[in-house]
């Protein structure tokens, strides 16, 4: 059973950074596309960025392009996100996920195991 666990999160000030990480365990292989999601108050979950198993090829919502660097260490089955000059409006709770597959994937509905989340305010 694939089981994932974020950390990291924080509160920091506008400009600031941060490294989340989520562990994983369980996995069957590293062909796994793996990704982060954040979910802020009163708002729907959306899409951060994912980086595949294989080619590790990543896709960044536009929001975060340029500010926040996605990476995974096979290895040691563990996913992270680095994240510069946050702003306020990256407040929110940040989800590791997982899948099983070897494309890009971009959608809540595309991941079928999720970490429980980890706070990351930003204040201004």
């Known amino acids: 059973q694939v089981q994932l666990v974020a950390s990291g999160g924080g509160l920091v000030q506008t400009g600031g950074s941060l490294r989340l990480a989520c562990a994983a365990s369980g996995l069957t292989s590293s062909n796994y596309v793996m990704a982060w999601f954040r979910q802020a108050p009163g708002k729907e979950r959306e899409f951060v960025t994912c980086?595949?198993?294989?080619?590790?090829?990543?896709r960044y919502a536009d929001s975060v392009k340029g500010r926040f660097t996605i990476s995974r260490d096979n290895a040691k089955n563990t996913l992270y996100l680095q994240m510069n000059n946050l702003k306020p409006e990256d407040t929110a709770v940040y989800y590791c996920a997982a899948r099983l597959a070897t494309r890009v994937l971009t959608t809540t509905q595309d991941y079928n195991y999720w970490g429980q989340g980890t706070q990351v305010t930003v204040s201004s």
């Open positions: 980086i595949t198993g294989l080619w590790s090829t990543t």
